[in-house]
């Protein structure tokens, strides 16, 4: 069995060794093939090329895509999200004229386009850090990795949100994605981040934020029973 799995840098596996992350993990755990083909602060349109593209070089019989943060662009070979960017100017000018619609359909495009590709491949997604209810009508989870983790060590979200990344969470950056959230999008999104800001580091978490050894062979874990079990 070959599988291969696509997503950001919670799939790549950033700050922990490449045996560690959950892909390495599925592999030596049950004894399948696995190629990851992760890459950190990729958008999901990149997920979907990266993947497709990887799909015209080899057969796989599993592919396991991993969606980023729906707010991630990229533009000019720049990732443009709307709650950080180097050029503050660029990003409001980018997220002016994207309503929730367009984000939520630019999203089921890159879905779309590479759930086409593996119509005769075994496909299983999963969301990172999002809550849109309709992304889990079809997949094996109806948590995001990040929900998964958080609730493990003991964290109980009350409010849903489309995308979250815990670099925003510095006093600086929590303050201006608050301020970004509540000018875009419904202000639950904006109480949602807040609500996540005590949730690292623990149990799961490196202090970047990103899943350590033991949370990506949770998530592993996690999978493995749906995938084998």
């Known amino acids: 069995m070959k599988i291969l799995c696509v997503g950001d840098s919670w799939t790549y596996g950033h700050g922990v060794n490449k045996d560690q992350a959950w892909p390495a993990i599925l592999q030596k755990k049950y004894g399948v093939k696995v190629k990851n083909v992760g890459k950190p602060g990729v958008g999901n349109m990149a997920i979907a090329d990266r993947a497709i593209d990887e799909l015209k070089q080899q057969n796989y019989n599993l592919v396991i895509a991993g969606w980023s943060g729906v707010t991630r662009y990229v533009v000019n070979e720049e990732i ?3 709650s950080y960017s180097k050029d503050i100017k660029i990003r409001d000018k980018f997220f002016k004229n994207k309503s929730i ?7 089921n495009d890159c879905r779309n386009k590479l759930k086409n590709k593996c119509k005769n491949i075994k496909f299983i997604e999963f969301s990172v850090f999002g809550d849109f209810q309709h992304l889990y009508y079809d997949t094996f989870t ?3 990795y990040l929900n998964l983790l958080a609730e493990a060590q003991g964290c109980n979200f009350k409010y849903n949100i489309p995308f979250f990344e815990f670099d925003y969470l510095s006093d600086i950056n929590l303050k201006n994605t608050t301020r970004f959230a509540k000018r875009y999008f419904p202000k639950n999104w904006a109480r949602a981040i807040v609500e996540r800001e005590d949730i690292r580091p623990g149990e799961y978490f490196l202090d970047c934020g990103h ?3 033991k949370g990506h062979e949770l998530w592993a874990s ?3 029973e749906y995938i084998f079990d």
């Open 80 to 82: 443009i999200d709307f």
């Open 101 to 107: 619609s367009h984000i939520e359909d630019d999203f």
């Open 142 to 144: 109806k948590k995001s």
């Open 211 to 213: 899943p350590n050894a």
């Open 222 to 224: 996690y999978l493995g």
